[in-house]
């Protein structure tokens, strides 16, 4: 299978975990969420889809990247598993942010799920440095939302 195929699977892949997580969003960020009290760093609602939508489309390069080296003689296997159970990890915290509205649960899971992005990273790395790069802004940008979870906790 070409890379270009693997590109538009794996995108495709993570966009789907996106949608679906959408729903759990959908369902919260126009009542419930709006009545939170929140830090003043706090984005405006309408950001959120096309950055998580562009780091999706990272994540899926990025992994595509790593199937990819399989070819290579690489073993990926273990990197793989990482990757689909850091997606659940993904797709768990909108559930429980905005779906079930228990942020405190939803801080425990986004630590859990940066350090797993951490740890992709670096296992990344070794695999194919690009697959590690197209991480970062998705590392950057899941520490923002730690911040922005925590103090959510700590301003209800």
């Keep these: 299978m070409t890379l270009?195929?693997?590109i538009f699977i794996c995108s495709g892949v993570c966009l789907l975990v996106g949608f679906l997580a959408g729903f759990a969003t959908s369902s919260g960020i126009d009542s419930w969420y709006t009545t939170l009290s929140k830090p003043s760093f706090n984005p405006p609602n309408w950001i959120f889809a096309p950055v998580w939508t562009a780091l999706?489309?990272?994540?899926?390069?990025s992994i595509a990247l790593v199937w990819q080296a399989a070819t290579e003689g690489k073993d990926i296997g273990g990197s793989i598993r990482i990757f689909c159970a850091h997606l659940v990890l993904n797709g768990m915290w909108s559930i429980v942010f905005f779906g079930i509205m228990?942020?405190?649960?939803?801080?425990?899971?986004?630590?859990?799920?940066?350090?797993?992005i951490s740890y992709m990273v670096i296992r990344f790395h070794?695999?194919?440095?690009?697959?590690s790069y197209l991480l970062i802004p998705y590392l950057m940008w899941v520490s923002f939302a730690t911040a922005l979870n925590y103090y959510i906790v700590v301003l209800n």
């Excluded at 228990?102 to 797993?116: D, E, F, Q, S, T």
């Excluded at 070794?126 to 697959?131: F, H, K, S, V």
């Design 56 to 61: 999706y489309i990272m994540m899926g390069i």
């Design 4 to 6: 270009t195929k693997k």
């Design 102 to 116: 228990v942020p405190i649960y939803a801080l425990a899971i986004i630590v859990i799920l940066w350090l797993m």
């Design 126 to 131: 070794r695999i194919n440095p690009y697959a």
